[in-house]
């Protein structure tokens, strides 16, 4: 089936820093990459999609300019939280969007701006 | 717009009770329909899906039915264990290589 890796699983940053998370797709390639977010004891909240070779959508209320989202290839996108802030800390989890993926998901990353 | 809406939680039961967790739906069209599942400090864990109306999902014990008259996927389990515990979450696509949408979750303790 299809295996997503996502790292780091576990972030400490300080505020005003810049993150980046990646997601590879180990044996499939992903023209689209769902990014999540969950806040503590919530639910997961759609942020963002990335399709390979063009410009992300944002959900409404996402800062595109926080969240910067690359899908430069078939098997890589990721995710920069850029001037994190502690309110940004959260759970970050990926999943590839297409046809027989089987709607897995990364094992996300737990951000924790200090 | 397409929404999920779970029983809230928590919920706590002693092992080898019964389970149920309700969870209807909001949809145009016919989307398909899944149970996560999330242990502490983890990922998301497919636990079964259902893609078409009457289909059944079941794994490791745990099964729901996709029922389009009631727009429901309600979870069920018949005898819990410990291990069972952590956050379950509905969630529907509306179609394939779409996104998800989640319920709000409901953990589930289960005590020895």
């Known amino acids: 089936g299809a295996v997503v890796s996502q790292h780091p699983s576990r972030v400490i940053c300080k505020s005003g820093t810049s993150v980046k998370i990646e997601c590879r797709s180990l044996?499939?390639?992903?023209?689209?990459m769902f990014w999540y977010r969950q806040f503590p004891k919530q639910s997961l909240m759609l942020m963002a999609t990335?399709?390979?070779?063009?410009?992300?959508?944002?959900e409404q209320g996402v800062e595109k300019d926080k969240f910067l989202i690359n899908h430069a290839s078939l098997t890589l996108s990721t995710l920069t939280v850029t001037s994190a802030h502690p309110e940004d800390s959260s759970f970050y989890i990926c999943s590839p969007g297409g046809v027989g993926y089987g709607y897995t998901f990364g094992s996300g990353t737990r951000l924790t701006v200090v | 717009g397409n929404s999920v809406t779970q029983m809230e939680g928590p919920v706590t039961l002693s092992e080898e009770a019964f389970l149920t967790i309700n969870c209807t739906y909001t949809?145009?069209?016919?989307?398909?329909l899944f149970w996560y599942v999330q242990y502490p400090g983890e990922g998301l864990q497919l636990l079964l899906k259902?893609?078409?109306?009457?289909d059944k999902g079941s794994n490791k014990g745990f099964e729901a039915t996709y029922r389009k008259e009631t727009t429901s996927f309600h979870l069920e389990k018949g005898s819990v264990q410990v291990s069972d515990s952590a956050v379950y979450f509905c969630a529907l696509s509306p179609m394939e290589n779409n996104d998800m949408r989640f319920g709000a979750g409901t953990r589930l303790t289960v005590k020895p």
């Open positions: 259902a893609t078409k109306a009457d």
């Open positions: 044996d499939f390639q992903a023209t689209t």
């Open positions: 990335s399709n390979e070779g063009s410009k992300a959508t944002y």
């Open positions: 949809a145009t069209g016919y989307p398909s």
